[in-house]
């Protein structure tokens, strides 16, 4: 496991297959809860604790702040995943037996301290957007995806979906954000 | 100048170089429609963030569950009495338990519906748009809604039903009853929304499995969560959970 992972790149987990996800998560959850049992978190909160860290780990490389790959997946991990417990465990107010030091609650690894940890919620508006955006065509909604969610170029767009040139995924684009346009206008009233 | 449309472009592929920077910033003070084409933009960025997330998270749960699935039970060694006697009467206890728990507590409704029950956003109308001059019955309905204001979001959005009976007037009606936990009433709106198939139909199939699960209807909450899962177009994960422990 430790050499199918070392292999695994940041263009790989950017391409983010169904089978590279799996990989990633089946390989670094038992490590990870054991790594949690020293918390006195339940076993589900863990398991919770573990998926909302391999989320936020996600979202950070869609979003650009993660540049590079500066250590092992399971480390960024980790980090992501103890802040998310010390921030439980505030939250709960929780008792916590043990030796490790609260005053280290919310602090966050060198490593990991750029990332977005708590993503804000929807505001009313873009709920409304999320609604029109989940009506558009399949195929718009993965070109704008591409672009906007996983950073892709028109190039690497054009590429990965062998569109002709350059044109014709450019003018697909703004097709799409016009659909998009006139659907939310006609709905508001 | 650099033409906006490739600043914008530039801006969310990361490629702004630092002179490009400047002029975007500068633009987003002074171009009141660069800024509204801006905003528009990074929320949609924004919200396929979202959506991308929520479906990581149900493959998560996938793979969880898989794993749960597979677990190998582990074999006991041979010629030790001990442990096999050991696990015996484990494997009794635990049946035992088991057994009492499925015929003197049978499931936990109330527990089901808590985790399960998230009250649906605001959708329609956007209350900051029309600031305080907008004093729309609709307005003051939704602010209600949102602010957790139960009787008096049922009160204005009836009224509201009177002159307006819309799609979305039911819906949210239904979702103040159910926040309130008047479920008679919740599920008579829930079922006149999916009559009309439009927009909020498997929305309304989603709230009306809830509350048969809170008022303990097995058989109507599975029947309405298999419709909700054939419909395949909202919560059909989580609806496939609750099933699962359902049966």
């Given at each position: 496991?430790?050499?199918?992972?070392?292999?695994?790149?940041?263009?790989?987990?950017?391409?983010?297959?169904?089978?590279?996800?799996?990989?990633?998560?089946?390989?670094?959850?038992?490590?990870?809860?054991?790594?949690?049992?020293?918390?006195?978190?339940?076993?589900?909160?863990?398991?919770?604790?573990?998926?909302?860290?391999?989320?936020?780990?996600?979202?950070?490389?869609?979003?650009?702040?993660?540049?590079?790959?500066?250590?092992s997946i399971s480390t960024y991990l980790f980090s992501i995943g103890k802040y998310l417990i010390f921030d439980k465990?505030?939250?709960?107010?929780?008792?916590?037996?043990?030796?490790?030091?609260?005053?280290?609650?919310?602090?966050?690894?060198?490593?990991?301290?750029?990332?977005?940890?708590?993503?804000?919620?929807?505001?009313?508006?873009?709920?409304?957007?999320?609604?029109?955006?989940?009506?558009?065509?399949?195929?718009?909604?993965?070109?704008?995806?591409?672009?906007?969610?996983?950073?892709?170029?028109?190039?690497?767009?054009?590429?990965?979906?062998?569109?002709?040139?350059?044109?014709?995924?450019?003018?697909?684009?703004?097709?799409?954000?016009?659909?998009?346009?006139?659907?939310?206008?006609?709905?508001?009233? | 100048?650099?033409?906006?449309?490739?600043?914008?472009?530039?801006?969310?592929?990361?490629?702004?170089?630092?002179?490009?920077?400047?002029?975007?910033?500068?633009?987003?003070?002074?171009?009141?429609?660069?800024?509204?084409?801006?905003?528009?933009?990074?929320?949609?960025?924004?919200?396929?963030?979202?959506?991308?997330?929520?479906?990581?998270?149900?493959?998560?749960?996938?793979?969880?569950?898989?794993?749960?699935?597979?677990?190998?039970?582990?074999?006991?060694?041979?010629?030790?009495?001990?442990?096999?006697?050991?696990?015996?009467?484990?494997?009794?206890?635990?049946?035992?338990?088991?057994?009492?728990?499925?015929?003197?507590?049978?499931?936990?409704?109330?527990?089901?519906?808590?985790?399960?029950f998230q009250e649906y956003p605001n959708t329609v109308y956007a209350i900051t748009r029309g600031t305080e001059t907008?004093?729309?019955?609709?307005?003051?309905?939704?602010?209600?809604?949102?602010?957790?204001?139960?009787?008096?979001?049922?009160?204005?959005?009836?009224?509201?039903?009177?002159?307006?009976?819309?799609?979305?007037?039911?819906?949210?009606?239904?979702?103040?009853?159910?926040?309130?936990?008047?479920?008679?009433?919740?599920?008579?709106?829930?079922?006149?929304?999916?009559?009309?198939?439009?927009?909020?139909?498997?929305?309304?199939?989603?709230?009306?499995?809830?509350?048969?699960?809170?008022?303990?209807?097995?058989?109507?909450?599975?029947?309405?969560?298999?419709?909700?899962?054939?419909?395949?177009?909202?919560?059909?994960?989580?609806?496939?959970?609750?099933?699962?422990?359902?049966?």
């Amino acid at each position: 496991m430790e050499n199918t992972q070392a292999e695994i790149t940041l263009e790989d987990l950017r391409k983010g297959s169904d089978d590279l996800l799996r990989l990633v998560y089946e390989s670094n959850r038992q490590k990870f809860l054991n790594y949690a049992r020293r918390y006195n978190l339940s076993e589900e909160e863990n398991i919770d604790v573990y998926q909302d860290a391999y989320v936020i780990f996600y979202d950070n490389i869609m979003s650009g702040k993660l540049e590079s790959l500066s250590s092992s997946i399971s480390t960024y991990l980790f980090s992501i995943g103890k802040y998310l417990i010390f921030d439980k465990m505030r939250k709960n107010k929780k008792v916590v037996s043990g030796d490790f030091d609260l005053s280290r609650v919310g602090e966050t690894d060198e490593l990991v301290n750029t990332f977005e940890m708590e993503p804000q919620s929807l505001t009313t508006e873009q709920e409304l957007l999320k609604k029109h955006f989940g009506s558009l065509g399949d195929k718009c909604q993965e070109l704008l995806t591409l672009f906007y969610y996983r950073g892709f170029t028109i190039q690497e767009i054009m590429e990965a979906k062998n569109y002709n040139n350059e044109n014709v995924v450019k003018s697909a684009k703004s097709r799409c954000m016009k659909t998009l346009k006139e659907k939310i206008q006609a709905n508001t009233y | 100048m650099m033409d906006k449309e490739l600043l914008l472009y530039n801006y969310f592929s990361n490629q702004l170089t630092a002179e490009e920077q400047k002029q975007f910033d500068d633009l987003l003070k002074t171009d009141v429609e660069f800024k509204e084409q801006f905003d528009f933009e990074k929320n949609l960025k924004e919200v396929i963030r979202e959506k991308e997330t929520d479906s990581l998270k149900s493959k998560l749960i996938g793979f969880e569950k898989d794993i749960e699935d597979t677990v190998p039970v582990r074999e006991l060694p041979k010629r030790n009495y001990q442990k096999w006697a050991m696990a015996a009467s484990i494997a009794l206890l635990v049946g035992l338990g088991w057994l009492g728990y499925n015929n003197f507590s049978g499931t936990d409704y109330q527990e089901l519906y808590n985790d399960n029950f998230q009250e649906y956003p605001n959708t329609v109308y956007a209350i900051t748009r029309g600031t305080e001059t907008d004093s729309s019955l609709e307005r003051e309905a939704y602010v209600a809604y949102e602010t957790d204001d139960n009787a008096k979001a049922i009160q204005l959005f009836t009224e509201l039903k009177e002159t307006y009976d819309s799609e979305s007037v039911n819906f949210y009606l239904a979702q103040s009853y159910l926040k309130n936990n008047q479920l008679t009433e919740a599920n008579t709106l829930l079922s006149e929304v999916l009559e009309k198939e439009g927009e909020f139909a498997p929305q309304a199939l989603w709230y009306l499995s809830l509350s048969y699960i809170k008022s303990k209807q097995k058989e109507k909450a599975i029947k309405s969560l298999n419709l909700l899962i054939a419909d395949g177009r909202y919560k059909k994960n989580e609806a496939e959970v609750l099933l699962d422990e359902l049966d």
